[in-house]
């Protein structure tokens, strides 16, 4: 089973990504890192160790140390790990935030949505989409 990684500020609560990735029936691996920064070094970490890369990466666009513009802009800088869909999911529903983001080379840009449910709802087809019916990998 391929790996799931989310970059998610600690100012928020991983526990209820966790919990909404259960709900879903997502039996994935998933890493959880605070910062873009933390990310990138366990990339490059796995790559040096031959792992297989994550399925898809969630991102946080408002991290500390290195934000979510700027992970995607190192992420698809490298050939390597370039094809790896990065989904961001963001507070933000500013057009230019979700247009810089495309720009960079994200996959897909997700507004969090406002109850658990909507969470649930959210993960379950973000996962059937880049776990199930994609087949870029």
Known sequence: MRTILIAHDKKENPSLLQMAFTESNINNPIFFF???LELTHHLVKSLTQRQS??????????MSQIDGKATIKELKSNSVVKSIPVVVFSTSSAQKDIADCYDLGANSYLIKPDSFTKLVEMITQTCTFWLDINCGQ
């Open 53 to 62: 890369l994550p399925a898809f990466i969630l991102l946080d666009l408002n």
């Open 34 to 36: 605070t910062n873009g």
